[in-house]
């Protein structure tokens, strides 16, 4: 079962054809405030927004890795997913924009909503 959605789950996100600003320091300090457990990290000069979820067991990390799956198709925003034994790592970030934007912060919303 979903956990219930909180501010930045209910927006909606916007199609991103590049041209756009990256969010800005105080837009993400403002979002990630909403967002436990997720950390802001860069990666080849790329910040991004990262958080591990833990599982029982490996069925359960997939069936997690799934419902994510199908929440990024649904918004047309793809984050990089590794499944692991009893160990989900989701990492958003907007390739086109080489880092974070409103989306991201959606998306891990959205993310939280999807852990059993």
Same mark, same amino acid.
Request: with cysteine; glycine share 8%; proline share 6%.
């Given at each position: ?23 800005? $320091?105080?837009?993400? @300090?403002? !979002? ?5 457990? %997720? ?5 080849? &000069?790329?910040? #991004? ?29 793809? $984050?990089?997913?590794? @499944?692991? !034994? ?5 990492? %958003? ?5 080489? &880092?974070?934007? #409103? ?14």
């Amino acid at each position: 079962m979903s956990a219930p959605m909180g501010p930045l789950a209910g927006l909606v996100c916007t199609p991103c054809r590049g041209g756009e600003p990256q969010a800005s $320091p105080e837009e993400i @300090t403002g !979002w990630a405030a909403q967002l436990p457990g %997720w950390s802001v990290v860069e990666r080849a &000069g790329v910040r #991004r927004l990262e958080k591990s979820f833990s599982f029982k067991d490996f069925a359960l990390a997939l069936a997690f890795t799934n419902r994510v799956a199908a929440q990024a198709e649904k918004a047309g925003h793809h $984050p990089a997913l590794l @499944t692991e !034994w009893g160990r989900v790592t989701v990492t %958003w970030w907007t390739h086109k924009l080489k &880092g974070l934007h #409103r989306n991201d912060f959606i998306m891990a919303a959205r993310t939280d909503a999807q852990e059993a």
